[in-house]
């Protein structure tokens, strides 16, 4: 990779940036002063320093956030507030974006990366990656929702959709309940509940494969994932 492109993706700037820093002798490799900016190096093998600070080359971002009510999914909106809107400055240079989608009503756990490959695997319906929801329901949830779900319920507009394992926490009503499904179509868990003439009134995603929301993150924030939890999305396949 070219130095000036390294440091670029590494926030020390533009690639203009890293030009004037080059001339004020701030970068070395391996300890020698770096002066060509369009140089090849491997940061895995190479010590690249900026004022005598090594730089860690990261490739990817992933971060766990417990979104908002009242914030978009998406890089940038024109009228609304994003969740790429509620992360540091510092990891605009990573180009982040979030995985999937969650309704602008809808609260929980999303994953934002820069991750493309992984993306796709994780929102490709062949994967079948399981996402869980908590929801409040106007109306009484029964066993034969729990039926119906199971068996996969025939939207508005035709479509039937893959089983799903609906779980009633409280039946009443106003109901609580989980609903674990594999896929995500437009609005789906609340046209699945909409099949059954129910309509749900708040709507939280708790996990994404086996990755759960960490409940220390209160709405609005988010961390990046461990090492450990990276590991886990990779296996992903």
Not at 3 to 32: P, Q
Not at 204 to 230: A, F, H, Q, V, W
């Amino acid at each position: 990779m070219r130095l000036d492109k390294l440091l670029s993706n590494m926030g020390y700037g533009s690639r203009k940036d890293i030009k004037k820093l080059l001339k004020t002798k701030a970068v070395a490799i391996d300890g020698e002063e770096a002066k060509d900016p369009s140089l090849h190096v491997d940061p895995e093998k190479q010590s690249i320093t900026v004022l005598g600070e090594r730089v860690i080359y990261q490739e990817f971002i992933y971060l766990m956030m417990n979104k908002p009510a009242g914030v978009v999914s998406a890089t940038e909106d024109l009228y609304d507030q994003t969740v790429i809107d509620l992360i540091d400055p510092f990891y605009a240079h990573f180009e982040p974006f979030p995985v999937g989608r969650l309704d602008k009503d809808t609260e929980g756990f999303l994953l934002i990366t820069n991750d493309g490959s992984l993306a796709h695997r994780l929102l490709s319906p062949k994967k079948h990656v399981p996402k869980v929801y908590y929801a409040t329901i106007d109306g009484c949830v029964t066993e034969e929702d729990v039926v119906a779900f199971r068996q996969g319920v025939v939207l508005e507009d035709g479509y039937q959709t893959k089983p799903g394992e609906l779980k009633i926490i409280k039946s009443g009503a106003s109901s609580e309940i989980e609903l674990t499904i594999s896929e995500g179509k437009f609005h789906q868990v609340k046209r699945m509940f909409e099949a059954v003439s129910k309509k749900v009134t708040y709507l939280k995603r708790l996990s994404m494969g086996n990755l759960e929301l960490d409940e220390s993150l209160e709405t609005g924030e988010y961390r990046e994932l461990t090492p450990e939890e990276i590991e886990q999305i990779d296996g992903w396949n």
